[in-house]
């Protein structure tokens, strides 16, 4: 029987590159055109047919993520909450939800990406290790980078390369088994002081266990006001 692939959508963080608006709301929490931004992941991992979701975030809003989401049944989804209490990286929030994954696969969204598609097939085809998903950018250096091989297997991960290999951009989504915790376990804290993602896919690659897919639809980095502004114009639209 095909193990359950459980959500976790990282919320917390400073949101710097949003502030002032940062300095009085999560960034999580900040409308794109007519929705709280962190409805947009939870209805990627919905649409591709996730059912039980963790959401990671901060303390200090906390509370209007259980006002706005609930328990999930509104959305036909159950949802639980683990609280990060200092920011870490996203491989520390992805840590906090080990007994909610429990020997289940997961599938990681970041807050602040959003997508248009469904990614259904590519969740309901992954069987172990690692997928992760690019997207061509005209602005690798601010992004993962990541080199593809024969078969999408992933040739070489590095982030925010000043000579970038491909213009092929690691977005927010990934797809992790169970091994996950094992390999974060195992990292230590980068120059910034966190437990990084990328240290994560990377020792995935190592053991040649890391393919990545693309994405065909939009997406947004909605962490930036120009991502942002991207976002709401689009939607309005629709």
Known sequence: MQ??????????GMGTRLAP???????HLLPVWNKPMVLYPLNTLIRAGVT??????GPEYAYQFVRLL?????????ITYRIQDKP??????LRMARDFVGGDDCAVILGDNIFDEDFSEA???????????????????????????????????????????????QVGLYLFDCQV???????????RGELEITDVTDAYRIAEELIAKPVTGPWWDVGSFSGLAAAAEYFSKK
């Not at 193990?3 to 917390?12: D, E, L, R």
């Not at 609930?70 to 159950?78: M, P």
Request: net charge positive.
């Open 52 to 57: 039980d979701i963790m959401v990671v975030t």
């Open 123 to 169: 969740f309901g085809s992954f069987m172990s290790g690692a997928t992760v998903f690019y997207k061509e950018t005209d602005n690798a250096r601010a992004y993962g980078v990541i080199e593809i091989g024969p078969g999408g297997r992933v040739l070489s991960i590095e982030e925010k390369p000043q000579a970038p290999k491909s213009n092929l951009a």
């Open 181 to 191: 915790f094992t390999i974060i376990d195992s990292l230590k804290p980068s120059s």
């Open 70 to 78: 609930g328990s999930g049944a509104a959305y036909g989804v159950n």
């Open 88 to 93: 870490g990286g996203i491989a520390d929030a």
């Open 21 to 27: 608006l940062t300095n009085i709301m999560n960034k």
């Open 3 to 12: 193990k359950k692939i459980k959500g976790v959508i990282c919320a917390g």
